[in-house]
C-alpha cells in the first residue's frame, strides 16, 4: 500500500533529530527497528488491508477478523518471527481476535503463574496453540 506522507513537510520543520526521536519514542534502537520492520510488513501485505474495515458489516467484519488472524499466524510461522516480532505484527494488525486472549493473557499466565514444570510443558505447546 503506498500512499502519501502527509506528515514529511511537518516533518521538515522540526527543530529536532526526528530520527532520533523515533528511538526515543520506540524506546530503544531495537524496538524501534522491530517496529518499522513490522509495521512496513503489515502496510504492504494486502491481506492486512484496513480501508473497506468502515463498510463491512458485521458478519463480515467478524469473518475478516478471523482471516487476518489465521493469514497472521500463518505468516509468522512462515517467517519464523520471534514472539517480540510476532506481538508486534498483531498489534499493526490492529483487528482482535480470540488469537489476543491466548497471546495476552493465556501465555503470560503461564510465564508469571507456572512452576518451572508447568512452563516446560505448557509453554511450547501454547506457542503452537495446541
Known amino acids: 500500500m503506498e500512499g502519501v506522507d502527509h506528515l514529511a513537510p511537518e516533518r521538515n520543520k522540526a527543530q529536532f533529530d526526528v ?19 513490522m509495521s512496513r510488513l503489515v502496510a504492504s501485505d494486502p491481506a492486512f488491508r484496513k480501508d473497506n474495515r468502515p463498510m463491512l458489516g458485521r458478519k ?6 478471523l482471516r487476518k488472524a489465521t493469514y497472521a499466524w500463518k505468516r509468522i510461522i512462515e517467517l519464523r518471527l520471534s514472539e517480540e516480532e510476532a506481538s508486534m505484527l498483531r498489534s499493526f494488525v ?33 506457542h503452537k496453540c495446541k
Open 19 to 37: 530520527d532520533a526521536m523515533k528511538i526515543v519514542w520506540a524506546g530503544s534502537p531495537h524496538a524501534f527497528e522491530v517496529s518499522d520492520r
Open 60 to 65: 463480515e467484519l467478524f469473518r475478516n477478523t
Open 94 to 126: 490492529d483487528e482482535p481476535a480470540f488469537t489476543d486472549l491466548h497471546w495476552g493473557m493465556f501465555i503470560p499466565a503461564i510465564k508469571g503463574q507456572g512452576t518451572e514444570e508447568q512452563q516446560q510443558k505448557w509453554l511450547p505447546l501454547a
